[in-house]
C-alpha cells in the first residue's frame, strides 16, 4: 500500500468581511493544490471572513454570510476530492467559537474550535470568542448546509480525522506557542500530521519564532507539520506576513515567502509517511484522542517512484529587509483598499520622514517587480490608483 502523500498549505491575503473575494482566494488557492497533486488543503484562520473583523463578530450577519460561503465551497466542483480545511466562526449553544471546518466531497467531516485564545499584545480573541473546554459534541448544522451535505449534525469538539492511510490533527495558531500544545498528546496517540491554521502577525524576527517552534514540535515525536498563515493588512492596525511551511521530522522541507504582494501563495510537499514512522520508533501511546473515520486515503498504491520533498535550509530576512519589507507591503495594502489616489509624503529632511521616504520607495520596488513577474492583480490595482 502506498504510504506517500501530497499535503498543500498557502497564505491568503484575505480582507475583513470580503465574503466574496476572500472565497474566491480560497477556491484558487484550492484549485492550486488539486493541480499539484495534493490530497489535503490547508488554509489560514478565520479566512472566510477575514480574521480582523473585531466587533463585527458579535453580529448575526457575519456569521450567516460564512456559512453561505461555505455553502458555495460544498457545492463548487473544484472542492471534490480533496479534504479542505478552512477557518470561519460559528456559534454553538449560544457562544461564539473560532473554528475549523473539515469537509470532503459536499460532507462535512469535523468541526474543530480553538481551544487555546490568543490575548496578548494586538490580540483580543478573548472579547469575540470562547475557548472550547469540552470533548466532542454533535453540532446541528443549519438548514443551508444540510440541504448540500445531507447531513442533520457533524461531530464538534478536540477530535482527529482517521483515513485510510494515516491520522489527521489539528491546531490553531495560539496552540502552537502555548506549553500544552495538542499536537504532545495527538502526537503520542499516532497522529503523524499536525496541521496550523494561523492569523499571526509581523512583528521582528518572529518568523523565527515560529520556525523554530514547528521545528522542536516535530524533533520531539516525530510527524508532518503543515503551517498556514493569513497575509497582508487585512484592515487593521497589523500586517501578516505569511511564511507557510511544511516540516517533518524537525526539518523544513518547503518554505512559503513571509513578505511578498501575491494575494495566492500555495506551496505543496510529497513526503513518506514511512519516513515518521520509523523516527518515531515506541513512543506512541494508544487511545487518547478520539478519532472521526474517513472512507479516503491520501496516498495512493502506486506511489513507489514518486519524489519526496528533501529538507531545506529556511531562508531568513535579515532584520533590516524585515524593517523595509514588512511595512512596505503593509502600505500598499492600506493604499489599494483605502480606495485613494496616493501618499501625501511631507519631507522635512529629518529621520522620521526620511525613513517613511525609503519605506514607500522599498513599496515602489515591490510593486514594479510583482508586475514584472506577471502578478495580474497587483497590475490591475496599480492602474486603478
Known sequence: ????????????????????????RILKSIELAKAQGAKYRLGPELEICGYGCADHFYE?????????????????????????DVGMPIMHHNVRYNCRVLF?????????????????????????????????????LPRMIQDVTGQDTVPFGDCVLSTKDTCIGTELCEELWNPRSPHIQMGLDGVEIFTNSSASHHE????????????????????????????????????YDGCALV??????VAQGAQFSLNDVEVITATLDLEDV????????????VRQVKVDFSLSTVDDIYLPTHQPITWQFHTAEEEI???????????????????????????VDSSSTACIVHSMCVLLCQAVEDGNIQALEDVRRV
Open 1 to 24: 500500500m502506498g504510504r506517500k502523500v501530497t499535503l498543500a498549505t498557502c497564505s491568503l491575503n484575505q480582507w475583513a468581511l470580503d465574503f466574496e473575494g476572500n472565497s474566491e
Open 277 to 288: 514512522r520509523s523516527y518515531r520508533g515506541e513512543i506512541c501511546q494508544p487511545n487518547m
Open 247 to 252: 516540516a517533518i521530522n524537525g526539518d523544513i
Open 60 to 84: 448575526s450577519d457575519t456569521l450567516l454570510h460564512c456559512f453561505q460561503v461555505l455553502k458555495k465551497l460544498l457545492e463548487s466542483p473544484i472542492t471534490q476530492d480533496i479534504i479542505c
Open 104 to 140: 470532503l466531497n459536499k460532507k462535512i467531516l469535523l468541526i474543530r474550535p480553538k481551544m487555546m485564545m490568543a490575548n496578548h499584545g494586538n490580540y483580543r480573541e478573548l472579547r469575540w470568542f470562547s475557548p472550547w473546554n469540552q470533548n466532542v459534541e454533535e453540532y446541528f
Open 204 to 239: 521582528l524576527r518572529k518568523a523565527d519564532q515560529r520556525v523554530n517552534l514547528v521545528k522542536s514540535a516535530t524533533t520531539k515525536s516525530g510527524g508532518i507539520y503543515l503551517y498556514a498563515n493569513q497575509r497582508g493588512c487585512d484592515g487593521d492596525r497589523v500586517y
Open 324 to 350: 523595509s519589507l514588512g511595512p512596505a507591503c503593509w502600505l500598499w495594502d492600506y493604499l489599494r483598499r483605502s480606495g485613494q489616489a496616493g501618499f501625501l509624503l511631507p519631507l522635512s529632511g529629518g
